[in-house]
């Protein structure tokens, strides 16, 4: 095995053979699940997507933007075992807690190394859900149709009877069992990602199809960033069972339109705003803090955000811009749930 010195692309040569992992094929984002004939359909899971290959006893786990995650997942490098030597998998890791998938302990992880990986891995265990299969004991899989590959995936889970941390994910091509798919977003299913049967793996080309699910509801605008008189995002919050103001998530950019109707009802903060002293990060995850205007939270707006929360109950991903609501009160919009 050979690995380039900017920790980027792994080769393997192995009996002349020269192989690549390659990078994961992505997504295009679609507006319904429609799953047209010669497709099939996969739920997307709240996960890190991955791929893993295990070549002479030695795992390599990579994320979609190629950093090497083995480190932090011992669990999983000591199951790869299981899998036939000089196999490649694209897959998805995830953690489960209780009945659901709970990305914000998956994040957790992905920070630790060593004596430290061990012991998060026996409290909170990760699995890979494996959805296509790009080498197969040394041989190269990626130009085969869909279909294909998935039925090779299906005969090595059952060949080798792989248990956990391995999982199967699902597929289809029935369009009936796809909208059932969609309603298991309690449990961690985003959406569904929809595969051509007859499409080989195109790594880095959007070939795949993305439905996510999201959700069309209400909150306060308690902050923006960008002036007052064209703010650029607005910081949404909610009130809890104890009437204080939770913040739940941020806008993507507004639409001009959307800016100009918003800044002649905008009320700058008075003295006693639920949010001051507070600091907001740029997005999930991320130390960058954002400069942003308290304003008074008397403004109602409806908004669509995916189903993916973080353990506080905040909506992990910027929601989009639907309509400003001046026919609802405060009172009238949804209270905070989980939010701390």
């Not at 639907?322 to 009172?331: I, K, Q, Y």
């Amino acid at each position: 095995m050979v690995e380039y010195p900017d920790g980027g692309t792994t080769v393997w040569k192995r009996s002349g053979v020269t192989w690549t992992l390659p990078e994961p094929m992505l997504t295009t984002p679609v507006p319904t699940p429609d799953l047209p004939p010669g497709w099939a359909g996969e739920p997307k899971w709240d996960g890190f997507r991955a791929l893993l290959h295990t070549d002479s006893g030695r795992m390599v786990l990579r994320s979609r933007r190629g950093t090497e995650m083995a480190p932090a997942f011992p669990d999983i490098a000591a199951a790869a075992v299981q899998l036939p030597d000089a196999t490649a998998l694209d897959g998805e890791l995830v953690v489960r807690e209780h009945d659901r998938l709970a990305f914000e302990r998956l994040q957790n992880r992905l920070q630790r190394h060593s004596s430290a990986a061990a012991r998060v891995a026996e409290e909170w265990p990760a699995h890979f859900i494996a959805f296509d299969l790009l080498r197969l004991s040394g041989t190269d899989t990626t130009g085969w149709p869909y279909k294909r590959r998935r039925a090779a995936l299906e005969s090595m889970f059952t060949a080798r009877r792989l248990a956990a941390p391995w999982t199967l994910s699902p597929s289809t091509t029935n369009p009936d069992t796809v909208r059932e798919w969609l309603t298991w977003t309690s449990v961690g299913v985003e959406g569904v990602v929809l595969k051509r049967l007859n499409e080989p793996y195109r790594p880095a080309a959007r070939g795949w199809r993305k439905y996510k699910v999201r959700e069309t509801t209400e909150a306060l605008v308690g902050a923006i960033t960008g002036p007052l008189s064209a703010p650029r995002t607005l910081l949404l919050g909610r009130y809890d069972d104890q009437e204080r103001l939770q913040f739940i998530g941020r806008t993507t950019t507004l639409p001009h339109t959307a800016g100009t109707a918003l800044a002649g009802l905008l009320t700058p903060a008075r003295a006693g705003h639920p949010w001051i002293g507070w600091s907001f990060s740029a997005g999930w995850g991320s130390r960058e803090t954002l400069d942003v205007t308290l304003v008074e939270p008397d403004l109602v707006v409806e908004v669509g955000a995916d189903v993916a929360r973080d353990a506080a109950g905040r909506w992990r991903h910027p929601a989009r811009w639907h309509r400003l609501r001046t026919d609802l009160a405060p009172s009238d919009v949804p209270r905070a749930t989980g939010c701390t």
